[in-house]
C-alpha cells in the first residue's frame, strides 16, 4: 500500500475530546490570562492567602525534623567550640605557668652569670665558660658532667669555680664532655688559707655518702680557727689560683679524747645546684682576688731593709 494512502488519524476508540495542540493552547492561554490578571488585579492573592494558611499546619510539621536536627547541629558544634575553648585556654594557663617559672629560672640564672662574670674579672687565670648537664650516675662520688672536652680545649686538672667559689676539678676528659670531681667528694682535697688569721691548712671532702661539707683535718684543739672564718685557695698545690673562695667553717669542735678539733665547714660554691661555670688553665697561674668586704685581709709580713 503506498504510503501516501495511510490513515493518520486515531481510532475512534481512543478519541476523547479535543485534541492534544487545542489542549495546550487553551492552557497556555489561560495560564498567560491568570498570570496577566494576578499581575494586574491580585485577583489570586485571597486564594494564595487562604491556601497558605491552610497548608502552614502541614508545612510546620514538615519542618520540625529539619529544625531538630539542625538544632542538634548547633548544640554539637558549640559543645565542641566550648570544648575547644577550654582546653585552648587551660594550655594556655599552662603555657604561662611555665613561662613563669622560666622567667625566675632566667632571672636566677642571669644573676648567677653576672656574678660568674663578676668572678672571672677579678681572676688572670685565663678560662672558659661551661655548663652542667647532669650529675654523675656513680652514688659513691660526687662528680657532674659538663659540655666542654677535649675540642675545647678542656685539660685534666683544670679547676672549676661558679659565681661563689672553687666548685671542684676536672679529673677525666673525653672529646666533647668533661667531668668535674666535686670539692665535697671524699676523695678529693684542697690546700685552703685562713683569711683571718692567715694560717694554712687542707679541706677534705666529708666522708660521709651524699654529704656536702668539707672537713679541716689535722688542726690542733688549739689552732685559732673559729666558726665564719673563710678559708680561700693558698696556691701552694700550684693547680688552684690563690685567692678563691672555698668554704667557711660552719663548726668547731675541741674535745678532751683527743688532740684534733674536727671542724666542719660549708663550702661557698653551689655544689648542689651549680648550672654555669668557669673551667680555669691548670698551673701556677696567679690571681688578685677582692675579698668580700666583712672579711679582714691577712697582715703582710715586715721585710727588713
Not at 492552557?27 to 486564594?47: E, K
Not at 668572678?119 to 650529675?135: N, P, S
Not at 685562713?194 to 656536702?212: E, P
Request: charged share 20%.
Amino acid at each position: 500500500m503506498p504510503l501516501g494512502t495511510l490513515d493518520r488519524t486515531p481510532p475512534p476508540f481512543f478519541k476523547q475530546g479535543p485534541s492534544a495542540l487545542s489542549r495546550l493552547m487553551f492552557f497556555s492561554a489561560l495560564a498567560f490570562f491568570l498570570m496577566v490578571a494576578d499581575t494586574r488585579f491580585r485577583v489570586i492573592q485571597p486564594l494564595r492567602a487562604a491556601v497558605a494558611t491552610v497548608l502552614y499546619p502541614v508545612q510546620w510539621l514538615a519542618l520540625q525534623p529539619v529544625d531538630a536536627v539542625a538544632q542538634a547541629r548547633q548544640y554539637f558544634q558549640t559543645l565542641h567550640a566550648a570544648q575547644a575553648g577550654e582546653e585552648e585556654a587551660r594550655k594556655m594557663l599552662v603555657t604561662q605557668s611555665l613561662r613563669a617559672g622560666q622567667v625566675e629560672q632566667l632571672s636566677l640564672e642571669n644573676d648567677r652569670l653576672r656574678k660568674l662574670l663578676a668572678l672571672k674579672e677579678q681572676i688572670k687565670t685565663e678560662g672558659q665558660a661551661a655548663q652542667v648537664l647532669y650529675d654523675a650516675a656513680d652514688t659513691y662520688t660526687r662528680k657532674v658532667i659538663i659540655d666542654k672536652g677535649l675540642a675545647q680545649g678542656i685539660a685534666a686538672g683544670s679547676p672549676v669555680i661558679d659565681e661563689s667559689g672553687v666548685l671542684g676539678q676536672v679529673t677525666r676528659v673525653h672529646p666533647l664532655v668533661s667531668e668535674v670531681t666535686l670539692l665535697v667528694d671524699r676523695e678529693q682535697a684542697i690546700p685552703v688559707l685562713n683569711v683571718r688569721t692567715g694560717a694554712r691548712s687542707v679541706a677534705y671532702g666529708d666522708a660521709s655518702l651524699h654529704s656536702s661539707l668539707l672537713e679541716l683535718r689535722f688542726m690542733g684543739g688549739n689552732a685559732d680557727v673559729q666558726a665564719g672564718d673563710l678559708l680561700t685557695t693558698s696556691g701552694v698545690d700550684g693547680v688552684y689560683p690563690p685567692g678563691l673562695p672555698v668554704a667557711r667553717v660552719d663548726k668547731v669542735e675541741r674535745r678532751a679524747d683527743s688532740a684534733f678539733a674536727r671542724i666542719t665547714c660549708t663550702p661557698q660554691a653551689l655544689v648542689d645546684a651549680a648550672r654555669h661555670v668557669m673551667v680555669l688553665k691548670p698551673g701556677v697561674a696567679q690571681a688578685t682576688m677582692r675579698l668580700p668586704d666583712d672579711v679582714p685581709a691577712t697582715g703582710k709580713k715586715a721585710t727588713r731593709k
